[in-house]
Structure formats: C-alpha cells, structure tokens
C-alpha cells in the first residue's frame, strides 16, 4: 500500500468527500441493516477454510462500519469512543485498505444467505475507492491498471508488435487446421463481432480455431479485456480502459463485443459499462460461452466428446456466474464437448468462490491469504474425482492451478473454449 499523495488531514476530507459520494442509499442500508444474526457465516469461503471470528462477513464489515463512523456519521465523529474509532487517519485508511482488499473476493455469496439481504460486497467495494483515492490501494493493482491505459496512449507502438504477435499466432491457427485460409483477423470494419481477448495465446489461439471452423464474421481487439480499476474501485480509471474497447469496436462498427473468458472484464463490459457512461453501448455485448452454446445449437460444430474423456469438473466463477447470470450455458457447452462432467456441490449461484476474486491473485503479499481461503474449492474439487478443472476466468484458473499444486490435487485447469477447440472433429 502507498500512503505519499496525500497529508493526514487531507486524507480525512478525502476520504469524508468520498463516502459522502459514494454511500447511496444501498449501500448506506448495507451498513446500517446488519443485527449481527450469523446467519451468513457458514456462506463465506474465507470461514469455511479456517472457521475464525475474523473471517466472518460480519466482523469484515464490522471493521469498515468503524472507519465509516469515524469519518462520516455524526454520531461517530462526535463520540468517537463510543464505536472504537480513535484511531489516525493513516491507521484507520490502512485497517480499511487491509479489510477491503484482502479479506473480501467481493464475491455476493454471503447476501444470498443473509435474511436482510446485507450487501457485504458492496461495502468492500465502498472502501476500496476510499482507499484507493487516499493513496491506500495496493500498488500492484495500480500498475496494472496503469499499464492498460498507458497501452492506448502508446496504440501506435504496441500495434506494430501485435500485428507481429498476430502472424505468429495465425500459422499456429494454420498449422492446427491444415489450412492456410485460416485467418485472425484485424481491423475488419463490418465484422459481425469484436472478440476481445486476455493477454496470453490460450485466449486467442482456440478461439480463432472455432471461429474458423464455424466460419464467423470476426475480427481481434488489440486491446485485452481485463480491467483492475475496478477491483481498486478507480471509477475513472475503469472507465477509460473500457472505452478504449468501446471506441475500437465504434470505428469498426461492430455489431457484437465478444468477451473472452474473463469474469471481471464480462461483467464489467455487460453490466457495468452502460451505468458508467449512462448510456446504452451500441453494440451488444457478450460472453465466448455464450457464442459457443449458440455455435452448438446451431450445429455449426461437429464435437466429440470422448476426445476429452478424463473426468471434468466446472468451477463457476462468481463474477460470471452468481454476477454475471451464466449459468447453463457453460454446462450445455461442456456436456458437449466432455464424455465425463461432474458437479461440485453446491454449484451454480452457491457456488464458493475460489478465493483469488477481485485482485486478490496479484499481490504476492496475498499468496497465503489466498491458498488458505481456497481450500473449501480445493476440497469440492477433490470430492468430485475430476482429473480436469474448467473454469472462465484466468484467475480462477491461475488460482485452481496453484490450488493443485499446494493441496496435491494433481488436476490441470482449462478453459471451455480449449476444450472445444479439442473436441473439435
Ligand atoms: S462477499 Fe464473499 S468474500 Fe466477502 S464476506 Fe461475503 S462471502 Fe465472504
Ligand atoms: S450480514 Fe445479514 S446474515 Fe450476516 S450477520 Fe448481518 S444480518 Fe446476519
């Protein structure tokens, strides 16, 4: 964490000014509603690794309500004593920042159990721009959030090298369909969609597979679609890496945006983009699994199954999942493209995060934090006998994969779209 931009009595009113704006009415209800009932206890993957009072939903938000009285409700301010809150400034933004980041994946499931409805989540999400405003926010996540925007005010530089990446990657496609026709397409105006991958060739290589095989109207994004200003809660940020995209797929006049298998930059992209900018995107947006469950029920792919016929296991990723409402569609494309899928238990909307959400996976200082967190995944997966975890998102994957080795599961980790370029006939 960095604490340099600001002095101390700038970081109160910042961070004053920051509630102020940013405690609405659902958040304010988040913070005011909780009795304390424990009924979400058992929902939280960091107390169900390691069942401690700290670990619960309850005592996290506990700790963030403190700072908030301490900064903004007059009662606090008054009576700081009364709520414990007589810590600086610096000691107060430092717990914040802790709590906020490290202790909450953000991941929605404990508001499932609570009868209230307590959006635990959305308090953490709160605190993580306080924090982040008053110079609070892990450095990390600062870089590369940094990194994404210093990549549009750098297009021309990083293009060159793209279009190379681009070739490299075309003859892979080649040389895995037998075809030199096979294309990855770049700047095709009027393609029917933009697909938007993550930095690494698994999230291009496959996908250009099937899109050549399904012969799709396509064309790459020079940009990725992972966004951590969102996980700092950098609004401004997150805004200006999303438009970058925008604006790419303005010019080409795209119909679509695809997302590759991403859980932050899909919901952020669907969900939150629209509210950002107050307005409709022109063009819809869309997750690969969904083109995939599309390309199955249209029979544009002919699929074995038995291709893959080691025991598959699907692990929801929360920000597609519980947040972002994919749910079957996953499921349809696996049972297609595997000859042996089994459910964790629970699944779906009470699926357990895995423990590296919401940022958590870059920090190094996390490491621990995070292994610990994941060992209710660990077990699920165990449970199920799989030999292969598919997931869509790349940091549940690295997460799962570092999961396998710390708790010898001996499963390798993938992505649907790998699996049914596979499956492929
Ligand atoms: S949002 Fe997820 S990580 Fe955060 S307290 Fe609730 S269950 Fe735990
Ligand atoms: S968040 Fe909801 S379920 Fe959890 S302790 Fe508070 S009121 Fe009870």
Redesign the pocket.
């Known amino acids: 964490m960095t604490s340099t931009a600001v002095t101390e009595q700038n970081k109160m009113d910042l961070a004053r000014e920051m509630l102020a704006k940013l405690v609405d009415r659902r958040v304010l209800a988040?913070l005011e509603?909780?009795?304390?009932?424990?009924?979400?206890?058992e929902?939280c993957h960091y107390y169900r690794s390691n069942p401690k009072l700290e670990h619960?939903?309850?005592y996290r938000?506990e700790q963030v309500r403190r700072v908030y009285r301490q900064f903004l409700d007059p009662v606090g301010r008054a009576f700081p004593g009364w709520f414990g809150a007589k810590a600086t400034a610096d000691e107060a933004l430092s717990k914040l920042a802790e709590t906020a980041f490290a202790s909450c994946t953000l991941c929605h499931r404990?508001?499932f159990?609570?009868?209230?409805?307590?959006e635990?989540a959305e308090i953490m999400r709160v605190m993580r721009s306080v924090a982040t405003a008053t110079g609070y926010g892990p450095e990390m996540l600062i870089e590369i959030a940094g990194a994404a925007i210093a990549k549009e005010e750098n297009a021309d530089l990083f293009r060159e090298i793209f279009l190379e990446q681009v070739k490299e990657l075309e003859k892979e496609v080649q040389d895995s369909l037998g075809s030199s026709k096979a294309k990855i397409p770049v700047d095709q105006k009027g393609a029917r969609f933009l697909y938007v991958p993550l930095a690494g060739a698994h999230t291009i290589i496959p996908q250009a597979i099937i899109f050549n095989v399904a012969k799709e109207s396509w064309t790459l994004s020079m940009f990725d679609t992972a966004n951590y200003a969102v996980f700092l809660g950098d609004a401004e940020k997150a805004k200006r890496i999303a438009m970058r995209i925008i604006k790419e797929a303005e010019a080409l006049k795209a119909q679509e945006m695809i997302i590759t298998e991403c859980g932050h930059g899909y919901t952020a992209m669907r969900w939150e983009a629209p509210k950002w900018f107050g307005r409709p995107l022109p063009f819809r947006v869309r997750n690969i699994i969904e083109v995939l469950d599309e390309y199955i029920r249209d029979g544009k792919l002919q699929l074995n199954p038995s291709t893959n016929g080691e025991p598959v296991t699907y692990h929801d990723s929360c920000n597609l999942g519980r947040k972002g409402g994919l749910l079957e569609e996953p499921r349809r494309v696996i049972k297609a493209v595997v000859g042996d899928f089994r459910e964790m238990t629970p699944n779906r909307l009470h699926s357990y995060c895995c423990g590296a959400g919401s940022g958590l996976v870059t920090a190094p200082e996390w490491t621990d934090i995070r292994l610990e967190a994941g060992k209710l995944k660990s077990d699920q997966i165990r449970q199920t006998g799989a030999k292969i975890v598919v997931t869509s998102c790349d940091n549940c994957r690295f997460q799962i994969g570092e999961l396998s080795e710390h708790y010898g599961l001996n499963t390798e980790v993938t992505s649907i779209s790998e699996l049914t370029a596979k499956a492929l006939v």
């Open positions: 988040a509603v909780c009795v304390r009932c424990g009924i979400c206890t929902s619960t939903p309850y938000a404990c508001t159990e609570c009868p209230f409805g307590v635990t």
